[in-house]
């Protein structure tokens, strides 16, 4: 896993990432998933409106990778993509912190952690997902975020959870924007997003083509793979029984009070019933992020590590650099359960 460090404009963000990718396997395996071509101009005009400096990113990465512009939004944007399946994700939101697992296959997986700070948005920490998109992440006023797929009933011509989730962590400050914000994007498939601020405000965003909706909760939220308000409950997938199973776990730990460092490593263990290796299946834990607000501090692992990156990120955005360039897991390709 690469960590990239990037305190430039939005264009130098795009184009060092993009040298990054270059000889990753994940553009060949985006390339044969993408389509060819989009509208670029409905692209352009969405990005124009929620976060004009990823187009600067956007022709960055172009020029890195050689791409003309249209190829690059087709391959990077995250809009008007087809149905991408399963990919899991578990998270517990409290008033203290917020611990995540992210589960699917490693195929579709950048392998960057990108840390941002760039003119036009707010500084971030995230994985990458698709160059421009992000899995899970936090900006500089502590608003945190992730996503979780629900399913593709009402798949459409939209953005991706991943660049939109980007948009959120770039353009918003606090829970109640980062709603905002989502009610407004087009989405494109069905998909849960769990949020929480600075203030101690938690919130998971239902999200859908059709229509978006808000759980919240002052103490603890959890969230996995499928709706939980009644009127969204139809566009659940028909199989719900890991979802649910690991719901039920994560309503468990809130009665043991565990705290932000227990709770990432509890997540990051492999034998943790959080943590998954059905990487054939598309269902493997690749990465655990985690932040903690009364004390800034950022950990996060890949698969079966030893060796997390544990930092201060007020420090971080305070001009303090990190001296990390990797972090190294192991992802057993074969490795499946029942």
Same mark, same amino acid.
């Given at each position: 896993m690469d960590v990239l460090e990037l305190r430039d404009t939005s264009f130098q963000v795009g184009y060092k990432t993009g040298l990054i990718l270059k000889?990753?396997?994940? #553009? %060949?395996?985006?390339?044969?998933?993408?389509?060819?071509?989009? /509208?670029?101009?409905?692209?352009?005009?969405? =990005? &124009?409106?929620?976060?004009?400096?990823?187009?600067?990113?956007?022709?960055?990465?172009?020029?890195? #990778?050689? #791409?003309? =512009?249209?190829?690059?939004?087709?391959?990077?944007?995250?809009? +008007?993509? *087809?149905?991408?399946?399963?990919?899991?994700? &578990?998270?517990?939101?409290?008033? /203290?912190?917020?611990?995540?697992?992210?589960? =699917? &296959?490693?195929?579709?997986? /950048?392998?960057?952690? !990108?840390?941002?700070?760039?003119?036009? &948005?707010? @500084?971030?920490?995230?994985?990458?997902?698709?160059?421009?998109?992000?899995?899970?992440?936090?900006?500089?006023?502590?608003?945190?975020?992730?996503?979780?797929?629900?399913?593709?009933?009402?798949?459409?011509?939209?953005?991706?959870?991943?660049? @939109?989730?980007?948009?959120?962590? +770039? %353009?918003?400050? !606090?829970?109640?924007?980062?709603?905002?914000?989502?009610?407004?994007? *087009?989405?494109?498939?069905?998909?849960? =997003?769990s949020i929480s601020d600075g203030s101690g405000n938690l919130a998971v965003v239902e999200a859908g083509p059709e229509r978006v909706l808000v759980r919240t909760d002052e103490e603890y939220l959890t969230c996995v793979n499928h709706f939980q308000h009644d009127d969204l409950s139809e566009k659940n997938r028909p199989q719900l029984d890991g979802s649910k199973k690991r719901d039920l776990e994560m309503h468990r730990l809130q009665k043991k009070g565990m705290s932000h460092e227990d709770m990432a490593a509890y997540f990051a263990n492999r034998n943790s019933p959080l943590f998954f290796k059905d990487y054939s299946d598309l269902f493997g834990t690749l990465h655990t992020f985690s932040y903690s607000w009364s004390n800034k501090r950022l950990i996060t692992s890949v698969a079966q590590s030893n060796d997390a990156l544990d930092i201060d990120f007020g420090d971080w955005v305070r001009g303090t650099n990190i001296d990390r360039k990797q972090l190294y897991g192991m992802i057993e390709e074969n490795a499946s359960e029942s």
């Open positions: 000889g990753k396997p994940v #553009l %060949t395996a985006l390339g044969g998933m993408v389509k060819p071509e989009i /509208d670029i101009f409905s692209m352009q005009d969405i =990005f &124009s409106a929620y976060a004009p400096h990823l187009l600067e990113e956007l022709q960055g990465l172009a020029e890195a #990778l050689n #791409l003309s =512009f249209e190829k690059a939004a087709a391959l990077l944007s995250g809009y +008007d993509l *087809p149905k991408v399946d399963a990919m899991g994700c &578990s998270a517990i939101l409290t008033k /203290d912190y917020y611990v995540r697992n992210y589960d =699917f &296959s490693s195929i579709l997986y /950048d392998g960057i952690f !990108s840390m941002i700070q760039a003119k036009g &948005s707010y @500084s971030s920490a995230g994985y990458n997902l698709q160059a421009i998109g992000r899995h899970d992440g936090v900006n500089e006023h502590g608003l945190v975020a992730g996503l979780h797929f629900v399913s593709n009933e009402g798949h459409t011509k939209g953005l991706c959870a991943w660049s @939109s989730l980007r948009i959120v962590l +770039d %353009t918003c400050s !606090s829970l109640e924007e980062a709603v905002h914000l989502l009610k407004e994007i *087009p989405h494109a498939a069905c998909y849960n =997003f």
